[in-house]
């Protein structure tokens, strides 16, 4: 069994900033893409970072030069740094990763975490 556990989510006035973390657990061979996901009120999840496992990176056009993913292996943990932020980036975010077993490949979910901006 493996499960994706995230923090760093809050309230943030506009232009602020915000880091989240999304830390894998269980039984892990190895992980594969890692990425961060959000879903606003009445919209539909999108995808708004992914990192492989090479350390290749790839942002949804409205968070480029404001966001950054990365991730650290030896602790199977992603982020995502989150600077100058916009009203319209209040969402629940979600991270996502195919995870490895011995015996079984999972696409994994975390819980969500919440990330308003306002002031």
């Known amino acids: 069994q493996v499960q994706l556990v995230e923090s760093g989510g809050g309230l943030v006035q506009p232009g602020g900033s915000l880091r989240l973390s999304c830390a894998a657990s269980?039984?892990?061979?190895?992980?594969?893409?890692m990425g961060w996901y959000r879903q606003a009120p009445g919209k539909q999840r999108e995808l708004v970072a992914v990192i492989t496992s090479g350390g290749s990176t790839n942002y949804v056009d409205s968070v480029k030069g404001r966001f950054t993913i990365s991730r650290d292996n030896a602790k199977n943990t992603v982020y995502l740094r989150m600077n100058s932020l916009k009203p319209e980036d209040t969402a629940v975010y979600y991270c996502?990763?195919?995870?490895?077993?011995?015996?079984?490949?999972?696409?994994?979910w975390g819980q969500g975490t919440q990330v308003t901006v306002s002031s």
């Open positions: 269980g039984s892990i061979f190895s992980i594969n893409a």
């Open positions: 996502n990763a195919e995870i490895f077993t011995v015996e079984e490949q999972y696409d994994c």
